[in-house]
């Protein structure tokens, strides 16, 4: 079985900084995907930045220049550096994570609980 914890979040005044960071333990060979998504109040949830196990790496328009997704294959952790943060970056953080538990397996989906971030004066 695999577990992924999602510590972090919280309020931050407008320009500001906030990091997150997702772990996943348990069974994981290797994580194929590690992405973040986010859902703010009325809104569809989105993805904010991804990261592949290549190193390649993918982020929404809104966020570029100001998120940084980064990973730590030896931990399976993932961060999301957010600076110069908006009261629109105001969400639940969602961290998504594509597993694979056996190398002769296909990866597994997996989500985090979702953290709240909250950017306001």
């Known amino acids: 079985q695999v577990q992924v914890v999602e510590p972090g979040g919280g309020l931050v005044q407008p320009g500001g900084s906030l990091r997150l960071s997702c772990a996943a333990s348990?069974?994981?060979?290797?994580?194929?995907?590690m992405a973040w998504h986010r859902q703010g109040p009325g809104k569809q949830r989105e993805l904010v930045a991804a990261?592949?196990?290549?190193?390649?790496?993918n982020y929404a328009d809104s966020v570029k220049g100001r998120f940084t997704i980064s990973r730590d294959n030896a931990k399976n952790t993932v961060y999301l550096q957010m600076n110069s943060l908006k009261p629109e970056d105001t969400a639940v953080y969602y961290c998504?994570?594509?597993?694979?538990?056996?190398?002769?397996?296909?990866?597994?989906?997996?989500w985090g609980q979702g953290t709240q971030v909250t950017v306001s004066s």
């Open positions: 998504n994570l594509r597993v694979r538990r056996s190398p002769l397996l296909p990866w597994t989906e997996y």
């Open positions: 990261t592949t196990n290549d190193g390649s790496t």
């Open positions: 348990g069974s994981v060979v290797s994580t194929v995907l």
